[in-house]
């Protein structure tokens, strides 16, 4: 299995930045795609950010310009670099990673609420 720790969420002003960390713990070798979500109040969960492990990157176009993902070096972390937030970046972030076994593992969420 994966366990997956989120932290850098917070609250921050429009046109401020956040980066957020996530870290992955147990059977890491077996992971493909890393990713982050969002979650806002009354929507669906959203996909933000995607990297694979050959560096492949893909962005919701709400993002696209603003954010960027990244993987730390051992391919064990995943990061997003935040820029330009506006308050409908406002949400919980999660992080997700699929394995090469098929499974989709989830971490506990951060908050992120970008003030007007």
């Known amino acids: 299995q994966v366990q997956l720790v989120e932290s850098g969420g917070g609250l921050v002003q429009a046109g401020g930045s956040l980066r957020l960390s996530c870290a992955a713990s147990?059977?890491?070798?077996?992971?493909?795609?890393m990713s982050w979500y969002r979650q806002a109040p009354g929507n669906q969960r959203e996909l933000v950010a995607a990297?694979?492990?050959?560096?492949?990157?893909i962005y919701a176009d709400s993002v696209k310009g603003r954010f960027t993902i990244s993987r730390g070096n051992a391919k064990d972390t995943v990061y997003l670099q935040m820029n330009s937030l506006a308050p409908e970046d406002t949400a919980v972030y999660y992080c997700?990673?699929?394995?090469?076994?098929?499974?989709?593992?989830w971490g506990q969420g951060t908050q992120v609420t970008v003030s007007s």
């Open positions: 990297i694979t492990s050959g560096g492949s990157t």
């Open positions: 997700n990673v699929q394995t090469s076994w098929g499974g989709s593992h």
């Open positions: 147990g059977y890491t070798f077996t992971i493909n795609t």
